[in-house]
């Protein structure tokens, strides 16, 4: 996703009740930093690149899965809340039927944290789900398992 700098840690971990995906932050865009600084909070999907994955169908994909009302967001979410793996794009179409606007966040926010969803993570930014190269970039307990912090 990106979003304005400031609006989330980098490479933060956060869970899209709308998508039922965990998504990391990873780039800025214009847009999420101008409507930041005016009090709005604004993320973009990503989910590919222009030259090599679809060109304006990717462009037009993520701006559909980008939505115009407000939806909830998860910080610190619990590690085994449900995903949909399905592709978002996929041979050329976007799946907007892989989008639940109507969710409610309150099912997803107990038992958070994002060591597991025990809460007990006491490094933020290098917790479960964080990107990692060696076992020096996790907190607490956690290693670097795949380019990512987690528990065996």
Same mark, same amino acid.
Request: aromatic fraction near 8%; charge should be negative; proline fraction near 5%.
């Given at each position: 996703?990106?979003?304005?700098?400031?609006?989330?840690?980098?490479?933060?971990?956060?869970?899209?009740?709308?998508?039922?995906?965990?998504?990391?932050?990873?780039?800025?865009?214009?847009?999420?930093? *101008? $409507?930041?600084?005016?009090?709005? /909070?604004?993320?973009?999907?990503?989910?590919?690149?222009? !030259?090599? =994955?679809?060109?304006? @169908?990717?462009?037009?994909?993520?701006?559909?899965?980008?939505?115009?009302?407000?939806?909830?967001?998860?910080?610190?979410?619990? *590690? $085994?809340?449900?995903?949909?793996? /399905?592709?978002?794009?996929?041979?050329?179409?976007?799946? !907007?039927? =892989?989008?639940?606007? @109507?969710?409610?966040?309150?099912?997803?926010?107990?038992?958070?944290?994002?060591?597991?969803?025990?809460?007990?993570?006491?490094?933020?930014?290098?917790?479960?789900?964080?990107?990692?190269?060696?076992?020096?970039?996790?907190?607490?307990?956690?290693?670097?398992?795949?380019?990512?912090?987690?528990?065996?």
């Amino acid at each position: 996703m990106a979003t304005a700098p400031g609006e989330y840690n980098k490479c933060e971990v956060v869970y899209l009740p709308y998508l039922k995906k965990y998504v990391r932050f990873e780039d800025v865009c214009a847009q999420c930093t *101008s $409507d930041w600084s005016g009090g709005l /909070a604004h993320i973009d999907m990503w989910i590919g690149s222009t !030259t090599s =994955n679809g060109g304006q @169908n990717v462009v037009n994909c993520e701006n559909s899965l980008t939505p115009d009302q407000g939806q909830a967001v998860i910080r610190n979410p619990a *590690s $085994d809340l449900p995903v949909n793996s /399905a592709e978002l794009f996929l041979s050329g179409r976007c799946h !907007t039927e =892989n989008v639940y606007k @109507n969710q409610d966040p309150s099912q997803f926010c107990s038992g958070g944290g994002d060591n597991g969803g025990d809460g007990s993570c006491s490094w933020p930014g290098h917790c479960a789900g964080a990107s990692c190269s060696d076992v020096n970039d996790c907190s607490d307990d956690l290693i670097c398992l795949s380019g990512s912090c987690g528990s065996q």
